[in-house]
C-alpha cells in the first residue's frame, strides 16, 4: 500500500517548509498544490521539491478558492490510478 499526502498551500511562506519537512518522510508521494500564490511559497515548494524525487508541486493559474487545490490534488492522484 501506498501513502500519499496532498498539502494545498496559499501564501504559507512562512510555514511550508516546516509543514512538508514532516510530512515528506511519512509518504511515498507528497503532492503540494498552490493555489494561486501571491507570496514566495511556490518557489520555496519548488526549490524544496527538486531534492526529493517523491514530492511534486501543482500550480493553480490563479486563486480559485478552498476547494480548487484539493480537487486538483484528487485528480492528479486518480489519474495516477488509471
Known sequence: MRKTALVPVYN?????RAVIEVIAP????LIIVDDGY????????????????HVEVLQLPENLGMSSPHMQGFFDVAERLH
Open 26 to 29: 511519512l509518504v511515498d508521494l
Open 12 to 16: 504559507e511562506e512562512s510555514t511550508i
Open 38 to 53: 501571491s507570496d514566495g511559497s511556490l518557489a520555496l515548494a519548488l526549490k524544496w521539491a527538486r531534492g526529493h524525487n
